[in-house]
């Protein structure tokens, strides 16, 4: 038999909010994309071809692998005391992942097309091809996971492998897209995908610790025993591990960069001016410090403030990445500024909008008829 | 077959934009999106320009991370888009490093919108007064007004080249034989700048020419290794990567 997770309060509300809010806003992306296209994007041929729609494709595709390797810590690497998430992780890793194929769909000029151009092209040197195939084979594993724990069989240890496996080489190629474009200075490097799975364990560890609160009305107080004492001793100490990793990488990426007198990194210096900037670092340096300081990071209140805190910093530094990696013009002539101005408009905060509350609904969907909270038994 | 290449001679070109306007009326171009642009940079009190096309790589990035191989290389050479193909994902956008690719849907670099002032048919995503024959168009390789939801570039006049006789060294314009398979913005050179010719014939010009005058590729570093080589002479050169300078 398994174990129910206790309260439903804040998630009955969670499903008809996230449904209204998607209603809303893909309501709102897919009317301008349908009669305006994608001139209702403040992306544009002369300046910054990918926008905040596909940083939000890369923040919760980051987001899903994340999840998706804090589960695997239970089901493949047997550490029992994470079973009270790894359902919970595995359905949130499907969510986040449909949330964002949506906003990438809704960014793409002919998104159906790519269903038989790419497996007919088979340009197996494009990043975005093998990007495409282990995505589809994560979703697939995730979605046989999921199926097999919901059907009360918790073995598979060779699937969940897989699933690990394929997790790593897609939010690595997802990294290498970007971290190969050599043509783009503040992009290029060999390390990104590396600093993608920091930041992607990091947007896990916060995306479950932040849902499992919605789950419990935001009171540790309403969780089982085992949910509770994993909150209590191991989810605080993995959260501060991924935040101290990825700030690592952060400092020293940023110092980098502002030092570096190459041409194409003059964002960096920008960037560091910016006030996103500086509530990305502090946002990453107290959820640190909530996290790892005793007095904190064993309450409840705390821990939702460092997963708000860390999710927004998160999401703030793949915007920063990608959209700041193509702010240098190229050859575009004298009368094109030092760096180019990009506001994403309203149309792409919907697009936005809409990957985030798809993944939240299908959360909510899970959370209320799908027993997230289940543990093997024995 | 050819492997065709172009060469812009610096210290002929006048900056007049000429080949801009041939390329914006023989390839029905949006007021703004040039294929074939012209650059102007501020060096030291001067204003210096620079002509630029589609360098047709022969190691084009926009090709090698097209996943769906819409952005494909010719036999002759040239890099052209397959508009059957794209998926609008702009990565070529992004791997290029001569910034010299267009995304149909937008927002319009120069207003009005010229695709509200003169609304498409359905099939044409806009229809000017003035635009290449229908009779032209090729959207295997990207020629002709150019559809919703795709990215577009200089084809070196695809549908030109593509007919010119096999075994010629050089597409002139001062050649009955060859005129009409010159590319536009190399016909309408006033102080003819512009060569156009076989890459791999030792005899042709553009041969004649890279050798005799030390022809330089863009960015070379990148690794692209352009098709495209510019003279530039004692009193010209090629501008540095970037317009922008650090620290203003």
Same mark, same amino acid.
């Given at each position: ?8 309060? /804040? ?117 975005? $091809? ?74 896990? /560890? ?28 191991? $989810?605080?100490?993995? $959260? ?139 | ?13 006048? #900056? ?6 041939? =390329? ?10 040039? &294929? ?51 998926? #609008? =994902?702009?990565? =070529?956008?992004?791997?290029?490093? %001569?910034?010299? !690719? ?17 609304? #498409? ?9 003035? !635009? ?6 090729? &959207? ?40 009409? %398979? ?6 309408? =050179?006033?102080?003819?700048?512009? %060569? ?20 330089? !590729? ?10 495209? %080589? ?17 620290? #203003?």
């Amino acid at each position: 038999m398994n174990t129910a997770v206790g309260s439903k309060a /804040t998630s009955g509300m969670l499903l008809p909010v996230t449904v209204i809010g998607l209603l809303v806003t893909i309501g709102y992306a897919l009317s301008q994309v349908l009669s305006v296209g994608h001139a209702s994007f403040a992306t544009s041929s002369d300046g910054v071809s990918w926008g905040l729609p596909v940083v939000t494709y890369v923040f919760l595709s980051m987001t899903s692998t994340g999840l998706a390797l804090v589960a695997a810590l239970g089901s493949v690497f047997g550490n029992r005391a994470y079973y009270p998430i790894v359902k919970r992780c595995t359905w949130l890793s499907i969510a986040t992942l449909v949330g964002g194929f949506t906003a990438l769909a809704l960014e793409l000029g002919h998104p159906f097309r790519m269903l038989w151009a790419i497996p007919t092209g088979m340009q197996m040197q494009s990043p975005m $091809f093998w990007m495409g195939v282990f995505y589809l084979i994560v979703l697939s594993l995730l979605a046989l996971k999921f199926f097999k724990i919901h059907s009360g069989d918790w073995s598979g240890k060779l699937l969940g492998q897989a699933s690990v496996v394929a997790e790593i080489a897609a939010l690595g190629t997802l990294g290498a897209a970007f971290g190969m474009m050599a043509m783009r200075p503040a992009w290029y490097g060999t390390a990104i995908p590396v600093s993608f799975m920091l930041a992607a364990m990091a947007a896990g /560890t916060a995306a479950v610790g932040f849902t499992i609160y919605l789950s419990h009305g935001m009171d540790q107080e309403r969780m089982p025993t085992p949910l509770k004492g994993l909150m209590q001793d191991l $989810f605080p100490k993995i $959260f501060a591990a991924t935040l101290f990793a990825y700030l690592t990488f952060f400092v020293f990426h940023n110092a980098t960069g502002v030092w570096s007198n190459a041409e194409g990194l003059q964002v960096f210096e920008d960037y560091a001016g910016s006030a996103f900037f500086h509530l990305e670092w502090i946002g990453l340096v107290v959820a640190l410090y909530l996290m790892a300081n005793p007095g904190t990071h064993r309450q409840g209140n705390m821990q939702i403030l460092a997963a708000v805190l860390a999710l927004v910093a998160l999401f703030i530094g793949r915007y920063e990445y990608i959209v700041g990696g193509q702010l240098v013009p190229l050859f575009k002539g004298t009368w094109v500024p030092e760096l180019i101005q990009y506001t994403p408009s309203l149309t792409e905060w919907m697009v936005t909008g809409a990957g985030l509350f798809l993944a939240l609904a299908i959360y909510a969907i899970g959370d209320r008829f799908l027993n997230l909270g289940d543990q093997p038994q024995g | 077959m050819a492997k065709w290449g172009m060469v812009i001679d610096l210290e002929k070109c006048t #900056g007049c934009q000429a080949c801009s306007s041939a =390329c914006q009326m023989e390839n029905t171009r949006m007021p703004g999106e040039n &294929w074939q642009d012209v650059l102007f940079y501020d060096e030291g009190k001067d204003l210096k320009w620079f002509p630029r096309p589609c360098m047709h790589c022969e190691e084009p990035s926009c090709v090698t991370v097209c996943p769906t191989r819409a952005t494909y290389k010719n036999d002759d050479g040239t890099v052209t888009v397959d508009w059957n193909r794209c998926i #609008g =994902c702009k990565y =070529c956008m992004i791997a290029c490093p %001569y910034g010299v !690719r267009f995304y149909m849907d937008s927002k319009p670099l120069v207003e009005p919108d010229v695709r509200t002032e003169f609304p #498409g048919d359905g099939k044409h995503t806009w229809k000017p007064p003035y !635009r290449q024959p229908e009779s032209q168009e090729d &959207w295997t390789h990207g020629v002709g007004i150019q559809p919703a939801g795709v990215v577009s570039k200089c084809t070196f006049c695809y549908h030109r080249i593509s007919q010119a006789p096999d075994g010629v060294a050089d597409l002139d314009e001062d050649n009955p034989a060859t005129k009409e %398979y010159t590319p536009a913005c190399v016909r309408t =050179c006033p102080p003819k700048a512009r %060569y156009f010719g076989d890459l791999d014939n030792p005899d042709s010009k553009v041969n004649q020419l890279i050798a005799e005058k030390s022809g330089t !590729r863009l960015l070379d570093h990148l690794g692209n290794k352009p098709q495209v %080589y510019y003279l530039a002479g004692e009193s010209t050169s090629i501008p540095g990567a970037r317009a922008s300078k650090r620290g #203003g």
